[in-house]
């Protein structure tokens, strides 16, 4: 994994991420699947392997995000291979949080820093495909509910219905994307801030 810049950041930036993780992974509600994450009481998303088309591409980001009166931002780095996907959280100035080798087939290998150990990274991993996987795939693992895609003027928004109820909506813009999940209340904004192909 290749390194990242070095920025100032606070440690109440980073008690923060820990409670607005411990808040956003309290949610109760289906989880029959193991890589299975919920996304309101009634609707999942499974989490689902790289798709062809995306194999070898990687990915950092600067993500900020709301929960509340809380806020926090940190850096994330995901690749997506073929037979797996790493994703690395990191604090603004380079302490490692997270990272995850996440599989299809078999267990994943997680190593978390004893800081961070309320965060789950699989809902990190869930918000990223919601953002980047092409729609039918990411309605081929809804269950519960369904996501619809509308692009005008360079700016795609991507809505996740319950029924008639939005739970998420997503709206990219060039390099910016605004991810607001409307059951767990929280809000993040996801700056890219490079991407490569290996």
Known sequence: MRTVAQHGMTLLLLLLLLLLSSCASNLSGPTTQPNAVALSDNSQYTLAKTPASMVGQGYLSLVTGGYEDSSYELLVQVELNRDNIVMVGTTVNGIELFELVWFDHKPW?????????????EYLLADFQLVHWPLPSINEHL?????????????????VKQGEQPIITITSQAQQTTFEQHSRRYRLNIKILETWTQ
């Open 109 to 121: 290998q997680l190593k978390q820093s004893p800081l961070a150990k309320t965060i789950k990274p």
């Open 143 to 159: 269950k519960g509910a369904k996501m619809t895609q509308n692009e005008t003027n360079a700016v795609r928004e991507r809505v």
